[in-house]
Each structure stands twice: as C-alpha cells, then as structure tokens.
C-alpha cells in the first residue's frame, strides 16, 4: 500500500496537524508519500523530508498553490493520485475545503475526522458534535480521509529522511483568485498546538475584560479560546472559537471562564486532559465535565487566581 | 439572478442525542427535527439578496424523506420562492447528495448555490465542495461575507488563522459559516403564505443519480464518559489542586 499525505505549512516549515495526519497514515501501514505543494516553500519542503515514517516529499513549488485554493489543490492532488489506496490530511479549514472536492474527483466518499483506524478501510469519527461515535467502513478503491487533529500523537518532526521528488501540476483552473488574508498574529501559542488553553465566553462581557484571561494566560503559557457566544459577540476573532464547528483540542489543562457549557462548546474541548470551570452558576453544564469546578463570579475569581500563579 | 439554496432536515440542535443498545445509530423516534443551523444562513443570505435586488428568485432543495417537506415549509416561510424535494428513503452520503443536486443544478442553472458548511448530524462538511466539484465551479467555504455582483462575488471566509477573502467565478458554491448572518424568524402571515408556494418532488432515479451509499457504518456507539470531577471551594484550593493532584500547571 501507498498512502499520500498532503501537508499544510508556512513555506518554512510543516504544521504540527500535518504530522498527526502523518502517524495516522501510520497506523494504517504502508509506505507514506508527502506532498508539499505552495509558492517559494523550499524550506517546507526540505522540513518535510526530515518527517519521521515519511520515505518521499512530492515537492510542487509553483503560483498556482500559493493560497491552497481548492480548485487549484484539488486538481493538483487528483493528478498525482495514479498508486495510492489512501489520501489523507488534516481536518483543518484548509484541508477541510479542498479534500471533499478530491474525492469527488476521484468519485469515492471522503470519510470526515477519522479519530482512530481499525483496519486499513475502517475507521472511528465522531457524528452528532462527538456525541455518538461511528464506526465506519469504505467500499471505495481509494479512502480519502481527513484527520482529526486531537486524535493521535504527532510523528516527530526530525529523524527522517525521505527523497525529494518535483513534481508539476496541471493547468491553472482560473475560477477563483486570492484576494487578501486578515490572519491574527498570535503572540501566544497556536489553540490547536497548546498544552494550556484559557477559553471565555460570554460572561466575560466584553473584549476588553479578556485582557484578564491574557494575563493568566501569559503566566501559564497559554492559548487563549472562546465560546461562539464571545466571537458572535465581538469580544474575540472567529479564530479563537471552540468547539464542534470550531476548533477541536485536548490540551492538557482546559479552563473554562464564563462559559455554559453547550454540548457544541463541549464537542470542541471535552477530551482535554484536565477541565476547570469558573462559572457562577452551580448548575451550569461545564461542571458536568469539569475536573474542578469553581462556582464564583469570574470578575473576582479571575485576578485572584492571577495572583497566585 | 437565481440562487439555489439546500435545507437539509436534521436533528434539532437543542436536543441531547441518544445512541441506540444495538448500536445501530441514534433514537430518531419522537425527536425535534429542524432545518440543519447552517442552512437556515444559507436561506436567510440568499432572501436578503433578492431582498437587496441582487436576486430574482430563491430556489430551496432538500434531499431524504417525504417529512422533509417540513423543512422545506420553513425554508417557504423564511422568504424562499419555491421548494424542490429529492425523495428517497436511502441512507443518503454527502457524494450522492452532491450527485442530486448536481443534477438538480443541471436543471435548474442557477447563478449562486448557497449550502451550509456542514450537517450538525453527520459532520460530514463534503456537500458544498463535492458539489463543486462535480458541476465544475468555484467554491467559497466557511463564509462570513458575501458581496455579489454581476459575474464574480468577493467572499470572506473564516479559516483557521483569521480571515480570508477570495474572489470566485460565478456560477459559484457558497457554504455558510456562523457569522454571516443571524436568521430571521418566520412571522405567522408568512407560514401561511408558505403553505400555497409550490413544492416539487422527484426521485434520484429521476435525476438519473445512483445513490448507492459508499460507506457502511458497523456501528455506532457513545463516547467514553468522562468521570464526574469536584468542586473546589477557593482559588487557593483550584491552584494547589492544579499544582499537586493533576500537576498540570508548575
Ligand atoms: C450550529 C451551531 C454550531 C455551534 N457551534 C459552536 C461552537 O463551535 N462553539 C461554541 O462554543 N458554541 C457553538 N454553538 C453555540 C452554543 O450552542 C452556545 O450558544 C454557546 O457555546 C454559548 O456560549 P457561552 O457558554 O459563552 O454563553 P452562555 O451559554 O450564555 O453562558 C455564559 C455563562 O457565563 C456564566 N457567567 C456569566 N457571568 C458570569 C460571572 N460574572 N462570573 C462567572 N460566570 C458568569 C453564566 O452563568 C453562563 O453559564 C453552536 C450553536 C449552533 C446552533
Ligand atoms: N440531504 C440533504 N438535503 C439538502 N441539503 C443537504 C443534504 N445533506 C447535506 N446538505 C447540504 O450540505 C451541507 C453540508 O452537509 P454535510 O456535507 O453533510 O456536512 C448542509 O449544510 C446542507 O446545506
């Protein structure tokens, strides 16, 4: 078996989502091609030769990929697809606007945020906001499948050392073009890469007030999240959002400030290692999946707790 | 210009799903059916644009069961022109869906397609894409923001790091992410108007779509629970827990 795995990076280097999307490939055995494709991405090529279990980089350094736009990488990837059982990447908004339009392409289903593999065409994904785990299996010659990036451990990013192949890719699509990218510069740790993550929602009131929660988490050396109430609020970016149509994590601590506890908030975070709740409402959702709950009104608790960190 | 809209019918939002002892699927018997979160953006955008004089007509397809009328009622009510509903009792995958409406835009040629981003059911997040695909468009994922002219409409979408906005090609598929807009509610006079707007009904076979799903589900089960934790009375004791009993923080 031949499995691709089809990377997101920054040109320089390759995201950590891309590696757990590798160590998926992994469990399903066979030999893992790379594909790096974007515009001046040398130095992500050469990373990515480095991936552990990766044995070759397809390297496409053109134009055409430098925004991953969908039609462009889509065509690119059905391309290149000739040999391989298994195309994969992470489920992350990239990977999740392109790959569905592979598979159609190909005319095969795409299996959505595969959280564990029981055979090389069966897999686990999570249905109703995590709720409900399916198990599910593909009749299809070739499984396009997007990885869930909680679900596995990261391969390592050094120790490798595939062979570098160009490759090119097709004609220009022309049916959309980049325009411009609005991207928070993050001074913190990425939400998806953290250990800790602070998240608030709505009972944090305004954007202003998240200036507490920056401060603890700068102590704890923290992401900082959200509920979709604060980013529909206009307290936070829409990058900052948790949960079910948001970002998935399992850090290993999570604290939940002013936040309900709706079960799509919890689709996002409930696999976190260890939950604290601040909410001043006892009966308050959170604390159902709260390690430790702490019922008080965050405005107090909050410098407090940054007191004594 | 026409816009082409979907409204798929799926389990209410509020409702806390029950997975079966046979492991077959979820308690869908006695449960809140609604209009999937999603696709009630994608109906409300596309009224404001014809409300906005940037469209003629709005167009509202929903695939699955006979019930499904329901929800295409909602979508009548909510200011869509008329309703298509692809029958069918089959186990219906995002590809199929994709291959219906593909032919249902085959008939139907509209200049804008807006679907939800994802199914809140199934999670797929496949439609809008495969439907694209399939038909041979550009697509815009995850938009917050819609500006439609003659030929082109200039997209913003939500992506993991911020914003992004892209210019595509029309015709285009558009699938809507949460902060587009903020639906209406549809007012009493209006479900009544609804009633008498048409609704058509045709099956797959109809289409001509082979709608045999790809994908088996051997089973479905509950999540692993998460034991219950404990409530600390101070800050004091959150911190010296944190530090010595789950010796997460340093
Ligand atoms: C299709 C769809 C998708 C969705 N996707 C997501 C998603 O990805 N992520 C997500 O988070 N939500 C999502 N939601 C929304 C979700 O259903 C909830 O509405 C949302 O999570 C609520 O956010 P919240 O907990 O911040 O607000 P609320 O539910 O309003 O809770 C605020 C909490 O703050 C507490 N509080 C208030 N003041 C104080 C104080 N001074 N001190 C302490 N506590 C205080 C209150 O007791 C309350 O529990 C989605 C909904 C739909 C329909
Ligand atoms: N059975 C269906 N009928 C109508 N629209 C659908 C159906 N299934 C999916 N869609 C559309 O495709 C979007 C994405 O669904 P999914 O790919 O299943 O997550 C939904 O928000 C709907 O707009």
Redesign the interface.
Known sequence: MSLLVVAEHDQNTIKVPTRVAVAAAQAIGGEIHLLVAGEGCQGAIDAAAQIEGVSKVLAVDHANYG?A???EM?ALIVSLAEGYTHILTAT???G??????????L???????IMAVESAD?FQR???????????????AVKVLTVRGTAFDPVSAEGGSASIEVREGPAT????????????VLERPEL?AAS?IVSGGRGMQNGENFAMLESVADK?GAALGAS?AA??AGFV???MQVG??G?IVAP??YIAVGISGA??HLAGM?DS????AINKD?DAPI??????????DLFK?VP??DG?? | MKILVTAKRVVDYNVNIRVLADQSGVDLNNVKMSVNPFDEIAIEEAVRLKEAGKAEEVVVVSVGATQCQEQLRTALALGADRGILVETDEDMQPLAIAKVLKAVIDKESPKLVITGKQAIDGDNSQTGQMLAALAGLSQATFASEIELEEDSATVTREIDGGLETISVTLPAVVTTDLRLNEPRYASLPNIMKAKKKPIDVMSPADLGVDVAPRVKTLKVEPPAGRAAGIKVESVEELVDKLRNEAKVIS
Do not use: C
Request: net charge negative.
């Open positions: 925004h736009l969908a039609e889509s992350t908004t990239s999740k606007n392109y790959m569905p339009r592979v598979a159609a392409l005319d095969v289903a795409q299996i959505s945020d069966t999570p249905i109703y906001a995590g709720n409900a785990i399916a198990t599910v299996q593909s009749s299809d699509a022309g049916l959309s073009s980049w325009v411009r990218e609005d991207v928070v998806t800790i704890l979709r980013v529909d970016p829409n990058d079910q149509t970002k290993d601590l079960i799509q409930k290692k260890v939950i604290v006892e604390f159902q999946v709260a390690d430790y709950g702490l019922v008080a608790a407090e707790l004594q960190l």
